[in-house]
C-alpha cells in the first residue's frame, strides 16, 4: 500500500514537470548562440560561427574573409572590421558585418561601380522584446568617420526587391527575398524599389560614430510600428557603414567591432496609459504609488489602455521616424476596476517572458 502511494506521488510529480514544460512559453534567450561560442562552420579555411553569418565575399573565384573568432569578454566573440579587398588590381573597402540572416555581396563582371550588397533573410520569431543588450569594443583610425551599428528588426509577410542601390549611386539588378532595405521601408528604404512589401513590426538601432576601448555594455530600445506579432527577425552587427554605399559616408579600412553577449530584454512597464480614449500626460511610468488621473466625464466605466514601445528614431538620412508602438494584450495586462473618486484602479502588467511583474495603482477623479 506504502508503495503505491509513493508511485502514485511520483507520477503526479513528473505529469505536473511536464504539464509546466509544455505549457510555459519557450523563451529565456530566444536567439541562437548568444555568447558566440559555435565556431563549428568555416570560410576560406578560417572558423566561422554556425548560427550567426558574416559578410563573406566569394566571387571571381577569389574568397575574403571579414567574420574572425576573438577572445570575448566570455569566452569567445565576434570580430568584424572593414577591410580593403580585391584582384586582377582592383581594389576597394568592404564592410564587415555579421547578422542571423545572410549576407551576400553582387558586382556586375568587374565594374566596381555596379557594386551592391545587404544581408537577406533572418530567423523564425514571433516575439516582442522590448530592448536589446550587447556587450562591444570599437576601435580603428576613423571610428570619428564612420557609424558603426547594432540593428534589430522584425517583420510578417515577405518582401520581395529586384534592384538595389550601388557604389555609383544607381541600380544594380539582382533578386533577394525578405532584404533589409526591403523590409525596413521607413528607416533604411530600398531606394531602387520594391517589387512586394513585408510589415515591419518592430526596430531596435543605435549607431554612433565612437571608440569603445574596454567592453561596454550597451542597450538598444525596440520600437513597436504595429500590434502584430512578428513571423521573423534579424539582428546585424556592422563595424562600418552597413550596407554597403548605402549609407551618408564612406568606408574606412580598419574600423573594427568586437560582440559579445546578446540579450533581448522583456519589461514589464507600461510607457504609455490611455485612459478613455486619452492619454495620461503625467503618468509616472516607474511609479508604484497611487497617481491620481483627472477625467473630464464619465458614467462609471473606465476604459485603460496601455502601450509600449512607443518612441522617435531618425532614418538612414536623418529623417524623424515617429513609431505609435504596441498595445499590451490581455495576456501582459490585466485591470482590476476601483471606483470614481474611491478605490484605485489596479492595473497588473507581467513582461512576455513572465520574468517579470509591475503593479500601478491610478485613482481616478471626475
Not at 576573438?70 to 569567445?76: L, M, Q, S, V
Not at 520594391?194 to 549607431?207: C, K, M, N
Request: charged share 25%; glycine share 10%.
Amino acid at each position: 500500500m506504502t508503495t503505491k502511494k509513493r508511485f502514485f506521488s511520483l507520477s503526479i510529480v513528473a505529469m505536473t514537470m511536464m504539464a509546466l514544460q509544455f505549457s510555459t512559453p519557450a523563451f529565456g534567450q530566444q536567439l541562437p548562440d548568444s555568447h558566440f561560442e559555435d565556431w563549428s562552420d568555416s570560410f576560406n579555411k578560417d572558423i566561422q560561427l554556425k548560427a550567426w553569418h558574416g559578410s563573406n565575399v566569394s566571387q571571381l573565384g577569389f574568397k575574403f574573409t571579414f567574420l574572425f573568432q576573438k577572445e570575448g569578454r566570455t569566452g569567445y566573440c565576434g570580430y568584424v572590421a572593414d577591410r580593403e579587398i580585391g584582384a586582377f588590381g582592383i581594389k576597394e573597402v568592404g564592410p564587415g558585418y555579421f547578422g542571423l540572416g545572410t549576407a551576400w555581396q553582387y558586382l556586375k563582371g568587374l565594374s566596381t561601380g555596379s557594386a551592391t550588397a545587404g544581408t537577406y533573410g533572418g530567423i523564425k520569431f514571433a516575439h516582442r522584446p522590448d530592448s536589446m543588450v550587447v556587450w562591444i569594443k570599437r576601435t580603428g583610425a576613423n571610428t570619428d568617420k564612420e557609424d558603426f551599428h547594432l540593428l534589430f528588426y522584425s517583420w510578417i509577410g515577405t518582401a520581395k526587391g529586384t534592384k538595389y542601390k550601388n557604389k555609383n549611386g544607381g541600380c544594380t539588378s539582382v533578386e533577394q527575398i525578405n532584404e533589409e532595405s526591403d523590409v525596413r521601408q521607413a528607416s533604411d528604404g530600398n531606394e531602387c524599389g520594391t517589387d512586394q512589401l513585408a510589415t515591419q513590426v518592430a526596430e531596435g538601432w543605435y549607431r554612433a560614430r565612437a571608440n569603445y576601448k574596454d567592453w561596454t555594455r550597451m542597450s538598444v530600445p525596440i520600437y513597436y510600428m504595429s500590434d502584430e506579432k512578428p513571423e521573423m527577425c534579424n539582428v546585424i552587427f556592422s563595424a562600418g557603414n552597413y550596407p554597403a554605399f548605402r549609407a551618408n559616408s564612406g568606408l574606412y579600412d580598419g574600423n573594427d567591432l568586437y560582440v559579445d553577449d546578446v540579450e533581448l530584454v522583456y519589461s514589464a512597464k507600461i510607457q504609455k496609459l490611455i485612459v478613455n480614449g486619452e492619454e495620461w500626460a503625467d503618468f509616472n511610468p516607474n511609479s508604484t504609488q497611487v497617481q491620481t488621473c483627472r477625467i473630464a466625464k464619465g458614467d462609471g466605466e473606465v476604459r485603460i489602455e496601455a502601450l509600449r514601445g512607443v518612441g522617435e528614431m531618425k532614418n538612414i538620412k536623418g529623417q524623424k521616424i515617429l513609431c505609435p508602438g504596441r498595445h499590451l494584450t490581455e495576456q501582459e495586462m490585466t485591470v482590476t476596476k476601483g471606483v470614481i473618486n474611491g478605490t484605485p484602479w489596479i492595473i497588473t502588467v507581467k513582461s512576455e517572458d513572465g520574468k517579470s511583474t509591475q503593479t500601478y495603482k491610478v485613482k481616478i477623479v471626475k
